[in-house]
């Protein structure tokens, strides 16, 4: 079992990243995906969830209408669009597969927004 992020890196604040996560190992079409976040000294927190087949999103408060979550089941892969982002958002980003009492997690993405 695999998942591997990528896209993250450094934007100015207002800017755009596209963080990707690429399973392999499980059925992922099976699975719903969330993408967490983690700041330094602070507890890692819930950013987004995807159903196993993509009907239904949440988001947290803090990216509502900022982020968005899709995923193509074809490629086994979960996106997390993230647009005008602000400092705050700054964090290692994870993702994570979740069904029932089975879950995986991916290695983490850095993303840091400053001037």
């Known amino acids: 079992v695999q998942l591997v992020e990528s896209g993250g890196g450094l934007v100015q604040p207002g800017g755009s990243l596209r963080l990707s996560c690429a399973a392999s190992?499980?059925?992922?079409?099976?699975?719903?995906m969330r993408w967490y976040r983690q700041a330094p000294g602070k507890e890692r927190e819930l950013v987004a969830v995807?159903?196993?087949?993509?009907?239904?999103?949440n988001y947290a408060d803090s990216v509502k209408g900022r982020f968005t979550i899709s995923r193509d089941n074809a490629k086994n892969t979960v996106y997390l669009q993230m647009n005008s982002l602000k400092p705050e958002d700054t964090a290692v980003y994870y993702c994570?597969?979740?069904?029932?009492?089975?879950?995986?997690w991916g290695q983490g993405t850095q993303v840091t927004v400053s001037s």
């Open positions: 190992g499980f059925t992922f079409s099976s699975y719903a």
């Open positions: 995807i159903s196993s087949v993509g009907g239904n999103t």
């Open positions: 994570k597969a979740q069904r029932g009492l089975y879950d995986y």
